[in-house]
T-cell receptor, first 116, second 112 residues
Protein backbone atom coordinates (compact mmCIF):
# COMPACT_ATOMS: atom_id res chain seq x y z
CA UNK A 1 0.00 0.00 0.00
CA UNK A 2 1.11 3.53 -0.64
CA UNK A 3 0.41 6.84 1.03
CA UNK A 4 1.16 10.44 0.20
CA UNK A 5 1.59 13.28 2.66
CA UNK A 6 1.43 16.88 1.55
CA UNK A 7 2.88 18.75 4.45
CA UNK A 8 1.14 22.07 3.90
CA UNK A 9 -2.59 22.38 3.36
CA UNK A 10 -2.30 26.05 2.38
CA UNK A 11 0.59 28.12 1.06
CA UNK A 12 0.10 31.86 0.58
CA UNK A 13 2.77 33.72 -1.38
CA UNK A 14 3.19 37.05 -3.10
CA UNK A 15 3.36 37.36 -6.85
CA UNK A 16 6.87 36.85 -8.33
CA UNK A 17 8.08 35.11 -5.15
CA UNK A 18 9.47 31.57 -5.26
CA UNK A 19 7.40 28.71 -3.90
CA UNK A 20 7.95 25.13 -2.79
CA UNK A 21 5.10 22.67 -2.20
CA UNK A 22 6.20 19.68 -0.21
CA UNK A 23 5.30 16.05 -0.81
CA UNK A 24 6.46 12.90 0.97
CA UNK A 25 5.38 9.39 0.17
CA UNK A 26 5.46 5.96 1.72
CA UNK A 27 5.56 2.75 -0.30
CA UNK A 28 6.88 -0.79 -0.03
CA UNK A 29 7.46 -0.87 -3.80
CA UNK A 30 8.96 1.46 -6.36
CA UNK A 31 6.65 4.21 -7.49
CA UNK A 32 6.05 6.70 -10.23
CA UNK A 33 5.46 10.24 -8.96
CA UNK A 34 3.16 12.93 -10.27
CA UNK A 35 2.03 16.46 -9.57
CA UNK A 36 -1.41 17.56 -10.73
CA UNK A 37 -3.06 21.00 -10.59
CA UNK A 38 -6.78 21.59 -10.11
CA UNK A 39 -8.41 24.93 -10.82
CA UNK A 40 -11.81 25.65 -9.24
CA UNK A 41 -14.60 23.42 -10.52
CA UNK A 42 -12.32 21.70 -12.98
CA UNK A 43 -10.65 18.33 -13.33
CA UNK A 44 -6.99 17.64 -12.74
CA UNK A 45 -4.21 18.61 -15.15
CA UNK A 46 -0.84 16.90 -15.12
CA UNK A 47 2.01 19.29 -14.28
CA UNK A 48 4.89 16.84 -14.36
CA UNK A 49 5.89 13.26 -13.66
CA UNK A 50 8.90 11.25 -12.54
CA UNK A 51 9.26 7.80 -14.05
CA UNK A 52 13.01 7.16 -14.03
CA UNK A 53 16.30 8.79 -14.90
CA UNK A 54 17.15 12.33 -13.90
CA UNK A 55 15.78 13.19 -10.49
CA UNK A 56 14.99 16.76 -11.55
CA UNK A 57 11.96 16.92 -13.76
CA UNK A 58 10.54 19.94 -15.51
CA UNK A 59 6.89 20.42 -16.24
CA UNK A 60 4.47 22.89 -17.68
CA UNK A 61 4.02 26.50 -16.59
CA UNK A 62 7.59 26.76 -15.28
CA UNK A 63 7.22 24.18 -12.51
CA UNK A 64 9.85 21.62 -11.63
CA UNK A 65 10.18 18.88 -9.03
CA UNK A 66 13.02 16.87 -7.57
CA UNK A 67 12.79 13.23 -6.60
CA UNK A 68 14.76 12.31 -3.49
CA UNK A 69 14.66 8.58 -2.93
CA UNK A 70 16.45 8.58 0.42
CA UNK A 71 14.01 11.11 1.84
CA UNK A 72 11.04 9.70 -0.10
CA UNK A 73 10.16 13.19 -1.23
CA UNK A 74 9.03 14.85 -4.43
CA UNK A 75 8.79 18.58 -3.75
CA UNK A 76 7.38 20.96 -6.36
CA UNK A 77 9.04 24.32 -7.01
CA UNK A 78 8.60 27.41 -9.10
CA UNK A 79 11.10 30.30 -9.00
CA UNK A 80 8.53 33.05 -9.63
CA UNK A 81 4.78 32.58 -9.29
CA UNK A 82 1.95 34.41 -11.02
CA UNK A 83 -1.56 35.21 -9.90
CA UNK A 84 -2.76 32.58 -12.38
CA UNK A 85 -0.92 29.86 -10.43
CA UNK A 86 -3.53 30.11 -7.68
CA UNK A 87 -5.00 26.61 -7.53
CA UNK A 88 -4.99 23.32 -5.62
CA UNK A 89 -1.96 21.12 -6.19
CA UNK A 90 -1.96 17.36 -5.68
CA UNK A 91 0.95 14.98 -5.38
CA UNK A 92 0.27 11.39 -6.44
CA UNK A 93 2.03 8.03 -6.77
CA UNK A 94 1.43 4.79 -8.61
CA UNK A 95 3.04 1.38 -8.38
CA UNK A 96 5.63 0.83 -11.15
CA UNK A 97 5.00 -2.90 -11.33
CA UNK A 98 1.42 -2.54 -12.47
CA UNK A 99 0.22 -4.83 -9.73
CA UNK A 100 -2.23 -2.17 -8.65
CA UNK A 101 -3.27 -1.37 -12.21
CA UNK A 102 -1.37 1.92 -12.07
CA UNK A 103 -4.13 3.57 -10.08
CA UNK A 104 -3.12 6.84 -8.47
CA UNK A 105 -2.88 7.46 -4.74
CA UNK A 106 -3.20 11.16 -3.98
CA UNK A 107 -2.26 13.43 -1.13
CA UNK A 108 -4.83 15.75 0.38
CA UNK A 109 -3.68 18.69 -1.67
CA UNK A 110 -2.05 22.06 -1.10
CA UNK A 111 -3.94 25.24 -1.85
CA UNK A 112 -1.52 27.75 -3.36
CA UNK A 113 -2.77 31.31 -3.15
CA UNK A 114 -0.77 33.96 -4.98
CA UNK A 115 -1.43 37.48 -3.75
CA UNK A 116 -0.62 40.69 -5.64
CA UNK B 1 -12.58 19.00 -27.96
CA UNK B 2 -10.78 15.66 -27.81
CA UNK B 3 -10.37 15.47 -24.04
CA UNK B 4 -12.22 13.39 -21.48
CA UNK B 5 -15.80 14.53 -21.07
CA UNK B 6 -18.26 13.87 -18.26
CA UNK B 7 -21.98 14.36 -18.07
CA UNK B 8 -23.69 15.89 -16.21
CA UNK B 9 -21.33 18.44 -14.68
CA UNK B 10 -23.63 18.94 -11.72
CA UNK B 11 -26.34 16.77 -10.23
CA UNK B 12 -28.60 17.56 -7.30
CA UNK B 13 -30.74 14.73 -6.03
CA UNK B 14 -32.76 13.75 -3.02
CA UNK B 15 -31.65 11.04 -0.65
CA UNK B 16 -32.82 7.65 -1.82
CA UNK B 17 -32.87 8.47 -5.52
CA UNK B 18 -30.71 6.74 -8.12
CA UNK B 19 -28.23 8.68 -10.24
CA UNK B 20 -26.09 7.78 -13.24
CA UNK B 21 -23.01 9.55 -14.51
CA UNK B 22 -21.35 9.16 -17.88
CA UNK B 23 -17.72 9.42 -18.89
CA UNK B 24 -16.46 9.59 -22.46
CA UNK B 25 -12.71 8.91 -22.52
CA UNK B 26 -10.26 10.02 -25.13
CA UNK B 27 -10.78 7.74 -28.09
CA UNK B 28 -8.28 4.86 -28.32
CA UNK B 29 -7.60 5.05 -24.56
CA UNK B 30 -8.13 1.51 -23.31
CA UNK B 31 -7.70 2.25 -19.59
CA UNK B 32 -10.41 4.07 -17.66
CA UNK B 33 -10.52 5.02 -13.96
CA UNK B 34 -13.15 6.48 -11.67
CA UNK B 35 -12.16 8.51 -8.61
CA UNK B 36 -14.17 10.28 -5.92
CA UNK B 37 -13.09 13.57 -4.37
CA UNK B 38 -14.69 14.97 -1.25
CA UNK B 39 -14.22 18.49 0.06
CA UNK B 40 -10.71 19.14 1.26
CA UNK B 41 -9.41 15.76 0.15
CA UNK B 42 -7.51 14.37 -2.76
CA UNK B 43 -9.21 12.05 -5.24
CA UNK B 44 -9.67 8.44 -4.10
CA UNK B 45 -9.71 5.48 -6.46
CA UNK B 46 -13.06 3.77 -7.04
CA UNK B 47 -12.71 1.41 -9.98
CA UNK B 48 -10.66 0.55 -13.06
CA UNK B 49 -11.51 -0.76 -16.53
CA UNK B 50 -9.22 -2.11 -19.17
CA UNK B 51 -11.26 -2.09 -22.34
CA UNK B 52 -14.67 -3.44 -21.27
CA UNK B 53 -13.39 -5.50 -18.35
CA UNK B 54 -13.72 -4.12 -14.82
CA UNK B 55 -10.47 -5.31 -13.29
CA UNK B 56 -10.43 -3.63 -9.89
CA UNK B 57 -12.92 -2.17 -7.44
CA UNK B 58 -12.09 -0.25 -4.28
CA UNK B 59 -13.69 -1.17 -1.00
CA UNK B 60 -15.13 2.36 -1.21
CA UNK B 61 -17.40 1.04 -3.94
CA UNK B 62 -20.29 -0.32 -1.87
CA UNK B 63 -23.03 -2.54 -3.25
CA UNK B 64 -25.02 0.58 -4.10
CA UNK B 65 -22.42 1.54 -6.70
CA UNK B 66 -22.08 -0.10 -10.08
CA UNK B 67 -19.96 0.79 -13.07
CA UNK B 68 -19.93 -0.42 -16.63
CA UNK B 69 -17.98 0.14 -19.78
CA UNK B 70 -19.83 -1.56 -22.60
CA UNK B 71 -17.78 -2.17 -25.73
CA UNK B 72 -14.79 -0.55 -24.10
CA UNK B 73 -15.84 2.96 -24.99
CA UNK B 74 -17.82 5.24 -22.66
CA UNK B 75 -18.39 4.31 -19.03
CA UNK B 76 -21.27 4.83 -16.62
CA UNK B 77 -21.25 5.00 -12.84
CA UNK B 78 -24.58 4.42 -11.12
CA UNK B 79 -25.36 5.06 -7.48
CA UNK B 80 -28.53 3.51 -6.13
CA UNK B 81 -30.41 4.78 -3.07
CA UNK B 82 -28.14 7.79 -2.70
CA UNK B 83 -27.08 8.93 0.77
CA UNK B 84 -25.83 12.32 1.91
CA UNK B 85 -22.38 10.81 2.31
CA UNK B 86 -22.29 10.21 -1.45
CA UNK B 87 -22.03 13.96 -2.05
CA UNK B 88 -18.71 14.46 -3.79
CA UNK B 89 -17.00 15.18 -7.08
CA UNK B 90 -16.79 12.09 -9.27
CA UNK B 91 -13.81 12.17 -11.61
CA UNK B 92 -13.11 10.02 -14.62
CA UNK B 93 -9.65 9.54 -16.12
CA UNK B 94 -8.41 7.66 -19.14
CA UNK B 95 -5.02 6.71 -20.51
CA UNK B 96 -3.37 4.74 -23.23
CA UNK B 97 -0.04 4.28 -21.51
CA UNK B 98 0.15 3.63 -17.83
CA UNK B 99 1.95 6.73 -16.74
CA UNK B 100 -0.27 9.60 -17.81
CA UNK B 101 -3.92 9.73 -16.85
CA UNK B 102 -6.06 12.45 -18.41
CA UNK B 103 -8.89 13.66 -16.22
CA UNK B 104 -12.33 14.90 -17.14
CA UNK B 105 -13.94 17.96 -15.53
CA UNK B 106 -15.87 15.83 -13.06
CA UNK B 107 -19.49 15.48 -11.99
CA UNK B 108 -20.38 17.22 -8.75
CA UNK B 109 -23.09 15.32 -6.89
CA UNK B 110 -25.12 16.93 -4.12
CA UNK B 111 -27.48 14.70 -2.16
CA UNK B 112 -30.10 16.60 -0.17
Amino acid sequence: AQSVTQLDSQVPVFEEAPVELRCNYSSSVSVYLFWYVQYPNQGLQLLLKYLSGSTLVKGINGFEAEFNKSQTSFHLRKPSVHISDTAEYFCAVSDVSGGSNYKLTFGKGTLLTVNP
Amino acid sequence: DTGVSQDPRHKITKRGQNVTFRCDPISEHNRLYWYRQTLGQGPEFLTYFQNEAQLEKSRLLSDRFSAERPKGSFSTLEIQRTEQGDSAMYLCASCLIYNEQFFGPGTRLTVL
